[in-house]
């Protein structure tokens, strides 16, 4: 692996950049007419245009990222997450191409896209898995309301392809349930080209804990522990923090081992994130999805662990890492992200574009990380996710992380547009967070008092 082309932009493509450049590997940034002189493009050691604007037209090409990838020799490709990060069609074209594909497997991603076939392949492992139904295509409904009655309400109509957030929908009571059905598949036919979903049971108090693996291909793989995204707003994460607060060590350890044997039930070869549901007052645990990508949250993981995630996904691709013990992997102190967004919290946290006339972040270093698209005088377009950046903190205890989160984001200077770090702040000062009563719906039962507070 001589020189990589990473097929994604911002934050993740700079993230990257700093791996392969510690191993002596070349790079390649790609740009929309939009990202022109972003600071991805200016920091690559190559960079190539790949379209207009709209990412549909350029980061999801995987014609012209496939043509610049030829033209720039490149000899390897990573796909970062977001885009065409879980597109086994693409990962397939890479691979035939005759480039490495830094990821899983083509198979690996087609098993855990399809959320219904990976809750299949779960129960097969022994992993325990959500209640809920087989999967409903469009014009095939026949029987739904009896499998949401088994279910059992409240329920999500989740879509079979996936999309996080955006892929599923909350139902509490029956007569909500077609017209909630009907609207998620058609969400999901355009977004996925799948308009298939299944029910599952909502767990009311619910913590959001995934576990970091990374597998080996020959049926072994390791774990990097657990993180915390139960911080989060329409399903979509807003804090990760690791380890996860107030988690007893027997069922950390019940949940570390069932996504190892997930792993090695499936062979799976790379890095991924097996995801669980945990009852925040049993502390049951079922398993939700796996994804088969580089996490946005996996600096928390880096932090507390010393490793560098995507190091080991360039030294696994180039065959230089082939196995670990799980000895090996030690965790210490406890780290916290926030995202950064250019969103205004008080009309609804809608994405606030604009030019960053004042940007200047806190002095970062052993405690203290960020990972940014932007730099002063640059514009958040209203064509991609508005992310900013991920503030990243290490502390010895839970308490420390806490404070050096809230000193750092109240010494970060922005101007120009809204963002959400006051919001940040508040969440991060609130009694219940602070005390580690974490939860899915932590934002949406204290809004009020959060957005007063910010």
Known sequence: MK???????????????????????????????????????MEADASEAIGPAPARESYLNADRILEAAR??????????????????????????????????????????????????????????????????????????????????????VKASAGGGGIGMRHVDRPDQLRATVEATQSMAQKAFGDGSVFLERFVPKARHVEIQVFGFGDGKAVHLYERDCSLQRRFQKVIEESPSPGLPAEVRAAMTSAAIRLCEKTRYAGAGTVEFIVDAESFEFFF????????????????????????????????????????????????????LYAENPAKMFMPSPGTLNVYRPPATGTHLRLDSAYREGDAVTPYYDPMIGKLVVWGDTRDQAIRRAVEALDDFAIEGLHTNRDFLVACLKDDGFASGDVFTGFIDTHQKRLLLAA
Not at 21 to 41: C, F, K, M, P, Q
Not at 105 to 122: F, T, V, W
Not at 306 to 321: E, K, N, P, S, T
């Open 71 to 156: 033209s720039s020799g490149a000899d390897a490709v990573h796909p970062g997450y977001g885009f065409l990060a879980e597109n086994a069609g693409f990962a397939e074209r890479v691979i035939a191409a005759g480039l490495t594909w830094v990821g899983p497997s083509p198979r690996s991603i087609i098993e855990m896209g399809d959320k219904q076939r990976a809750r299949e392949l779960a129960q097969a492992a022994g992993v325990p898995v959500v209640p809920g139904s087989s999967r409903f295509t469009v014009g095939d409904t026949e029987g739904i309301e009896a499998a949401a009655e088994a279910t059992g309400y409240p329920l999500l």
């Open 3 to 41: 020189k990589i082309l990473v097929a994604n932009r911002g934050e993740i493509a700079r993230r990257i950049f700093r791996s392969a450049r510690a191993l002596g590997i070349g790079t390649v940034a790609v740009y929309s007419e939009a990202d022109a002189n972003a600071a991805h493009v």
């Open 288 to 339: 939700l999805e796996m994804n088969t990508r580089i996490q946005v949250e996996h600096p928390v993981t880096e932090m507390t662990t010393g490793l560098d995630l995507v190091g080991m996904q360039l030294d696994f691709a180039r065959g230089r890492l082939t196995g670990m013990e799980q000895s090996a992997v030690a965790t210490k102190g406890h780290a916290i992200e926030c995202r």
